[in-house]
């Protein structure tokens, strides 16, 4: 009978018969190898989780006892490769590239301070003693005997309960229940997915009368206008009906634009109330209290940091919210060289997050310059700068400009060993540019 043991790590073999091989191997290193050169990147990134994370104790691995005190891993060989990925990497060198051996062998030495020593097991007495659960784990839902994965919606639940960033489209559903435009049997034939698209399109959200604040979604008219609104959309891209909006004609900017100027004009709302100044969605779809409107900050100058707290963005990407951070705590006179080095970085990072992010595919292999360039032409044709500010822009892209920063100058930044820019200097670059990343940075 099944039971529950620890088993010294040493002591696991990896099953050459496992289904992932094409075919048979000899040797564990082979084996090893094969499950390697199968996984790819996933392997790497498995192990990665085992070092944050440790060992997924409520997915254990189904093992087999061998001669000698050896134990063959039936069901778990994936997680067996990582670790022995992370104890040698050597192991996989050259079936892994050059950037993914590094990183595995970076891993291995954080793995190393606190290795694994012990796993804990089902231990059964031969293959067939496992077959049964060996084949639901990897076989589907098998009418609910297998493991039945969250739609997207129960997901959605699941990161508002653990306080991730909240879910436009959940909202939205939440509040069409609140205001009795969905039963439950109604909602769950949204596409939570395609109806996230939509709501990530500013245009989408404008002829909607939404506005979005600190990732929370806010009425900018009447609650009864944007319901019907946003019910005349659930109702078109529910799965029952036959001539609904399918995920290809939503799937780029371009598309969700069109979407929403075709939306009829009986259904568009207008705006009543400025954004920041609506009624936010809450939990359950209850609407919060109305807000009176805060006027923006005047800049005071001198300041002391780089960015000024009147320069709102929301950036989405952890590492440049990072960088953004540190440009809004960092005294310009005591570290004016980091500054110019981190703003060229920022600078940079925003131009090509915006590039994937709006599929701009023609401008993807420019230079910084050209890329820069294409960007503000795309921010203006969206009406995100207007014209005199592409005018004004276009200099920045040149290679000499008496109006303002230029990229050579921000090369010189990181390259040249001569320039020192000043805090005048600086606060005087971040002004120039300030409009270009705010345009980028707002949805």
């Known amino acids: 009978m099944a039971e529950r043991n620890y088993i010294q790590v040493v002591d696991l073999r990896v099953d050459p018969e496992n289904p992932r091989l094409a075919e048979a191997s000899n040797g564990q290193n082979k084996a090893l190898r ?16 085992m070092v944050e994370e440790g060992t997924d104790l409520g997915d254990l691995p189904f093992v087999v006892p061998m001669k000698e005190g050896e134990y063959l891993v039936v069901e778990g060989n ?18 892994f590239t050059k950037s993914q051996m590094q990183r595995l062998r970076a891993l291995s030495g954080r793995y190393h301070e606190n290795p694994l020593h012990e796993l804990m097991c089902v231990v059964v007495k031969n293959r067939q003693e ?39 489209a959940k909202q939205v559903l939440d509040f069409l ?111 919060g209290a109305k807000k009176k409107q805060k006027s923006p900050r005047p800049v005071n100058r001198p300041r ?47 131009i090509d997050y915006y590039i994937d992010e709006e599929s701009l595919s023609s401008i993807k292999a420019a230079n910084l310059a050209g890329k820069g360039k294409g960007v503000v032409d795309e921010l203006h044709r969206r009406g995100k700068l207007t014209k005199g500010q592409r005018t004004a822009f276009t200099s920045i892209f040149k290679k000499e400009s008496l109006l303002g920063p230029t990229i050579n100058d921000m090369h010189a930044f990181i390259h040249s060993r001569d320039l020192t820019p000043s805090p005048v200097d600086l606060r005087a670059y971040w002004d120039n540019l300030e409009p270009i990343l705010i345009a980028i940075w707002t949805p």
């Open 34 to 49: 094969a499950i390697a050169s199968e996984l790819g990147e996933k392997l790497i990134a498995l192990a990665d989780d």
């Open 78 to 95: 994936r997680r067996l490769a990582a670790i022995r990925a992370l104890e040698s990497p050597e192991i996989f060198d050259g079936v």
């Open 304 to 350: 002391e940091m780089l960015i000024p707290r009147s320069a709102l963005m929301s950036i989405d990407h952890d590492r440049i919210a990072s960088i953004s951070n540190e440009l809004r705590t960092l005294k310009l006179e005591k570290a004016p060289n980091a500054i110019s080095v981190m703003l060229r970085v920022f600078f940079e990072l925003s």
């Open 130 to 168: 496992a077959d049964h659960w060996v084949r639901l784990r990897h076989t589907g839902e098998n009418g609910g005997r297998g493991r039945v994965a969250w739609n997207a919606q129960q997901g959605a639940n699941y990161r508002t309960r653990i306080g991730e960033k909240p879910n436009a």
């Open 177 to 287: 229940e609140s205001q009795n435009k969905l039963d439950a049997a109604a909602r769950r034939e949204v596409p939570i997915t395609n109806l996230g698209r939509l709501l990530h399109t500013p245009e989408f959200r404008e002829a909607m009368g939404l506005g979005l604040e600190n990732g929370k979604l806010e009425l900018l008219a009447a609650a009864t206008k944007v319901a019907k609104a946003l019910h005349f959309v659930a109702k078109d891209l529910s799965k029952s009906n036959p001539k609904r909006t399918k995920v290809d004609e939503i799937k780029t900017s371009a598309q969700r634009i069109k979407y929403a100027k075709k939306i009829p004009k009986s259904i568009k709302v207008k705006a009543s109330i400025a954004p920041g100044g609506g009624r936010a969605i809450l939990e359950d779809g209850r609407l």
